[in-house]
């Protein structure tokens, strides 16, 4: 994709977000999935998708009783909606390197008892046909999340997300409004080994509208979350949802007027617990499952239960990666044995490097008493984890000298150079380290004697302002831990 074509992408929407009209109407659909696939439910995560990147996928919920209207004058409770079908589609694709342009839509069933009594109370319209289910679509949306910080180990994650719904939901079946409405979410987010904390708060914007002159407060919106990693394949996901709530509702005299309906206030702030996993393939596939419930406190949108079930596919994948306090101590130690680390001169015929020397083969792989040395750099085809058949044969030899010297224990590093999203980063490094070690235990090597660690871009070794530093810092890592 082409800066015009993404620049094309995302200048309307940036009009549309900046210069929107607002609407009023009652949207049961408090629970709107993150419309990429990286997030957890509803709440988004600050990484991006790398550029080029993209994403598609659905989500289905079935939600009980979403919407009743307790005390109301004259009529007591209502149940509107007893049942809500929704199915939630979304797609994301990675513009630039920190921005990413999200869409997302829904198809959508409800049925209520007290639907129609509802329709007439709120649209102050006598006239309508009794009607108690009916499908509809719900509000287009849009977003555009810019990360702000990266979320590493030395610090939080912070990204914006500018948003905006546009009205090709029915309000009369309490899906979207009849016009544009906008809002904004801060999303901060920090890792703690295995931990995911994730917080999203903002504002959505309500203002009168010609066809409903009933308006509503502005909306505080927020949520809370927690993803677990127990193994890479899988996140163990828990959040809380919820926003600030005040409706305004006109009285009507009704058919006749001999009982008529006072103004009243549906007013309160409607919060959503749910939980759930996400599981995770090699190919790019992604799976979730979970299901909630509304905590007791007022408000419209907020259902009795929940349950949820939804598929997603990225290209290229999502990273996947596991941290844990092994990897960091390993890390530190390693960190320390490059700062000592000096490049040997070429070995002649007697050894003359700065330390001495293990073994070396016939092709010039030499094995210090801290690292290996290869006369070429371990390298893969394109930005995959395929070993080229060059590299290959040298871990060939490698392996020899592994084999001779059985006491020779090693940890194996990838490392690339700065740039895009450091979970990718982390997780294609692991990946090659991967590779080079099955290749290794394919020839024979114990397993046990090799530790394989990604270290994404956290230890350059030459400057990543030029190709010749990048290409440097993108590179395969042997290190010996014990001889």
């Known amino acids: 994709m082409n800066s015009f074509v993404r620049w094309a992408l995302l200048l309307p929407l940036m009009i549309l977000l900046l210069c929107p009209i607002a609407a009023f109407a009652i949207d049961i659909q408090n629970f709107q999935t993150a419309l990429e696939s990286n997030g957890l439910f509803s709440l988004y995560l600050s990484d991006p998708l790398r550029m080029g990147q993209f994403c598609i996928g659905g ?38 390197e920190r921005v990413d342009l999200m869409v997302g839509g829904s198809g959508n069933y409800v049925y209520g008892k007290d639907m129609d009594l509802m329709k007439k109370v709120y649209f102050q319209d006598w006239n309508l046909t009794k009607k108690n289910a009916g499908a509809a679509p719900g509000d287009l949306q849009a977003a555009v999340k810019v990360m702000i910080l990266r979320n590493e180990p030395d610090q939080v994650g912070i990204a914006l997300l500018p948003y ?35 917080l999203n708060a903002g504002y ?9 002159p009933e308006k509503p407060d502005n909306e505080i919106i ?92 990225t290209y290229p994948r999502l990273p996947r990666t596991l941290v844990s306090r092994e990897v960091k ?22 050894p003359a490097g700065p330390e001495p020397i293990i073994a070396k083969s016939y092709s010039g792989i030499i094995v210090y008493e801290s690292h290996v040395e290869f006369p070429k750099p371990i390298k893969f085809v394109g930005d995959s984890a395929e070993l080229t058949s060059g590299s290959q044969t040298a871990l060939d030899e490698l392996s020899q000298i592994l084999l001779e010297h059985p006491t020779i224990v090693i940890q194996i ?32 090597v114990d397993p046990k004697r090799m530790t394989a660690i990604g270290q994404g871009s956290s230890y350059p070794i030459a400057s990543n302002t030029t190709p010749e530093g990048r290409a440097k810092n993108t590179r395969i890592d042997i290190i010996i831990m014990e001889k």
């Open 222 to 313: 927020g949520g809370l979350g927690l993803s677990y990693t127990p193994h890479k394949i899988i996140d163990i996901i828990a959040e809380i949802d919820g926003k600030s709530q005040n409706f305004h509702f006109k009285g009507t005299t009704g058919p006749s007027t001999t009982n008529p309906q006072k103004n009243f206030d549906v007013s309160g702030i409607p919060l959503e617990a749910m939980a759930g996993v996400k599981l995770f393939t090699n190919i790019g596939l992604s799976f979730t499952l979970g299901g909630g419930a509304g905590l007791p406190t007022n408000g419209v949108g907020t259902p009795m239960a929940r349950g949820m079930a939804g598929i997603a596919y």
């Open 59 to 96: 989500l289905g919920n079935y939600a009980y009783l979403p919407l009743r209207l307790q005390k109301v004058p004259y009529k007591g409770d209502l149940d509107a909606v007893d049942r809500m079908i929704a199915g939630q589609f979304f797609a994301a694709v990675g513009l630039f």
């Open 413 to 444: 590093e990838g490392h690339v150079a700065s740039g895009g999203d450091e979970g990718f980063n982390r997780a294609m490094t692991q990946d090659r380290a991967n590779s080079v070690r099955n290749h290794l235990k394919s020839k024979g």
């Open 164 to 198: 905006a719904t546009f009205p090709t939901g029915n309000p009369r079946f309490y899906m979207g409004s009849d016009v544009i409405d906008f809002g904004g979410k801060l999303i901060i987010d920090k890792r703690i080994e295995r931990l995911n904390i994730v």
């Open 204 to 212: 959505f914007v309500n203002r009168k509208s010609k066809n409903d």
């Open 329 to 350: 101590v390993v890390e530190k130690v390693v960190e320390k044995v490059v700062e000592k680390q000096v490049m040997p001169k070429p070995i002649e015929a007697e």
